[in-house]
């Protein structure tokens, strides 16, 4: 499976962006889905996850009320609407498949998604 990530861009704080994560060559629809981010210097960090159905989600502290995550299984895509940005936000964000229908109770950890889309910049001007 391949993943797709774009919708990334120069925002000022206080703005939107939404980003969209397209996955080809296998359906995702019987898996968790996850967002994470990567600021410069730093190590990677949970976003948000959406189970199979996108009945249950789940943000990191710092988005919630902020941030929220959709999917559209007929289209093969998951979603990160992003509101209220603030600089902190500025990071490259990317999609992941954890091969699960369930988030769990480490849907936060990197190494529990296989397959991972090629990060779009999200850049957050204050």
């Known amino acids: 499976v391949q993943l797709q990530a774009s919708g990334g861009g120069l925002v000022q704080a206080g703005g939107s962006l939404r980003l969209s994560c397209v996955a080809s060559g296998r359906t995702l629809r019987s898996y968790v889905m996850g967002w994470f981010r990567q600021a410069p210097g730093k190590e990677r960090e949970f976003v948000a996850a959406?189970?199979?159905?996108?009945?249950?989600?789940s943000f990191v502290d710092s988005v919630k009320g902020r941030f929220t995550i959709s999917r559209d299984n007929a289209k093969n895509t998951v979603s990160l609407q992003m509101n209220s940005l603030k600089h902190e936000d500025t990071a490259v964000y990317s999609c992941?498949?954890?091969?699960?229908?369930?988030?769990?109770?480490?849907?936060?950890?990197?190494?529990?998604?296989?397959?991972w889309g090629q990060g779009t910049l999200v850049t957050v001007s204050s």
């Open positions: 992941a498949r954890r091969p699960s229908q369930n988030i769990g109770l480490t849907f936060y950890r990197p190494s529990e998604y296989d397959y």
């Open positions: 959406i189970n199979w159905s996108g009945g249950t989600t």
